[in-house]
């Protein structure tokens, strides 16, 4: 069974770039046809999709984050990284990482989900 965890800093200065890493095990980042996402949830709110990168190495991102959102992989290690630029207060939310075979996510009704990190942004 095909685990993901989270791991990066829980608090970040505003401008500052905000990178967090999902390792996985029980499975291979580039398995057919899984696409891998990052997910945000921001205190009160609901989820918002931020961005995935398929078991092809294609990217995708939001539209409304798509100029502050990298999302890279390291196959040799397993894993995938998110970076997010320019950070605010608003940023601030409960960061997971996901797969699923739909490249947008936006209910927990289906894929494998890590636990979630905690990132606040604040000086």
């Known amino acids: 069974q095909v685990q993901l965890q989270e791991s990066g800093p829980g608090l970040v200065k505003p401008s500052q770039t905000l990178s967090l890493t999902c390792t996985v095990s029980?499975?291979?980042?580039?398995?057919?046809?899984?696409?891998w996402s990052w997910i945000r949830q921001p205190p009160g709110k609901g989820l918002e999709w931020m961005g995935a990168i398929a078991y092809s190495g294609n990217t995708y991102y939001s539209p409304s984050l798509k100029s502050r959102t990298s999302i890279s992989r390291d196959t040799s290690k397993n894993h995938f990284t998110l970076h997010l630029s320019s950070v605010t207060p608003e940023d601030t939310a409960v960061y997971y990482c996901?797969?699923?075979?739909?490249?947008?996510?936006?209910?927990?009704?289906?894929?494998?989900w890590g636990q979630g990190t905690q990132v606040t942004v604040s000086s």
């Open positions: 996901v797969r699923d075979t739909r490249v947008v996510v936006t209910t927990r009704d289906f894929g494998s």
């Open positions: 029980g499975g291979s980042i580039t398995t057919k046809y899984y696409y």
